[in-house]
């Protein structure tokens, strides 16, 4: 498991060091590339409701999807729930 761990960590920091490199030239001036980054986010249920047959019959997700532009350092949020997402 140690190994694995070594590995996975490698690996991440080798995945953050390229992100943080395209991000850099993402922001240099007259620069026609941008990173950008997709995010669906944790689920949230809309009221919290104790378990039993109302939790299941009653509760409602709300959904959160995020952008974000490395070059502009702009971020968007998309908030939704579970009927318009069916």
């Known amino acids: 498991m140690e190994t694995e761990k070594l590995i996975h960590v490698s690996k991440a920091e080798v995945f953050y060091t390229d992100l943080r490199q395209k991000t850099d030239e993402a922001k240099a001036e007259n620069n026609k590339i941008d990173v950008i980054a997709f995010d669906f986010q944790q689920n949230m249920p809309l009221l919290h409701i104790p378990c039993g047959d109302v939790f299941y019959k009653r ?10 532009s490395a070059r502009s350092g702009k971020s968007y949020f998309f908030m939704y729930d579970e009927v318009t997402a069916h």
Do not use: A, E, R, S
């Open 59 to 68: 509760q409602l997700w709300v959904y959160n999807f995020c952008i974000h």
